[in-house]
T-cell receptor, first 115, second 114 residues
Framework: GAVVSQHPSWVICKSGTSVKIECRSLDFQATTMFWYRQFPKQSLMLMATSNEGSKATYEQGVEKDKFLINHASLTLSTLTVTSAHPEDSSFYIC???????????FGDGTRLSIL | GDSVTQMEGPVTLSEEAFLTINCTYTATGYPSLFWYVQYPGEGLQLLLKATKADDKGSNKGFEATYRKETTSFHLEKGSVQVSDSAVYFCALSDHGGATNKLIFGTGTLLAVQP
């Protein structure tokens, strides 16, 4: 199989704090990981593409200083929402693939609530 | 740019009814097409896929055929169950890009009543 684990699954924190979300590929090496954001009853919007050992490529309109992505190893990528505010509340989902021409495998998502 | 359009929900059916969820796409190249399913509170799971024209993807009783002439990839199931209640996303991946980025439709909520 191809299992992707996301942690935490749910986080609630105060406005102004930074939150880190982890995405791990448990049984394969992921050269590429993707981060998505999903608003209630809406589709997934790609935020950024992360390749191991290099800087993430952000989609238009996504603030790279707000959403810090680190892909330091072939099994781990992290998304840090810096100085989070209520408008950052959302469902964040990661996916991972072995290489650029392989299917994406999705994590179960992280529900972020900023009070 | 590439895009995916799918029918709006919610779709409410009785158990054992026939299901169709429409999906059409626009793409400059020759994309692969996917259906993903999202159960409440979970991430996405790949349901089925098709990589070229006239291919039929199938899984768990669901089917979809890649129709290049109508740029469609409609999802069908002959007899739905309560456990099929979920959000279904149509998506495409354009092989012409440097990565296999997925472009998703807006999702269709399916509610199956006993």
């Amino acid at each position: 199989g191809a299992v992707v684990s996301q942690h935490p699954s749910w986080v609630i924190c105060k406005s102004g704090t930074s939150v880190k979300i982890e995405c791990r590929s448990l049984d394969f090496q992921a050269t590429t990981m993707f981060w998505y954001r999903q608003f209630p009853k809406q589709s997934l919007m790609l935020m950024a593409t992360s390749n191991e050992g290099s800087k993430a490529t952000y989609e238009q309109g996504v603030e790279k200083d707000k959403f810090l992505i680190n892909h330091a190893s072939l099994t781990l990528s992290t998304l840090t929402v810096t100085s989070a505010h209520p408008e950052d509340s959302s469902f964040y989902i990661c996916s991972a693939c072995r290489s650029s021409n392989q299917p994406q495998h999705f994590g179960d998502g992280t529900r972020l609530s900023i009070l | 740019g590439d895009s995916v359009t799918q029918m709006e929900g919610p779709v409410t059916l009785s158990e054992e009814a026939f299901l169709t969820i429409n999906c059409t796409y626009t793409a400059t190249g020759y994309p692969s097409l996917f259906w993903y399913v999202q159960y409440p509170g979970e991430g996405l799971q790949l349901l089925l896929k098709a990589t070229k024209a006239d291919d039929k993807g199938s899984n768990k009783g669901f089917e979809a055929t890649y129709r290049k002439e109508t740029t469609s990839f409609h999802l069908e199931k002959g007899s739905v169950q309560v456990s099929d209640s979920a959000v279904y996303f149509c998506a495409l991946s354009d092989h012409g890009g440097a990565t296999n980025k997925l472009i998703f439709g807006t999702g269709t909520l399916l509610a199956v009543q006993p």
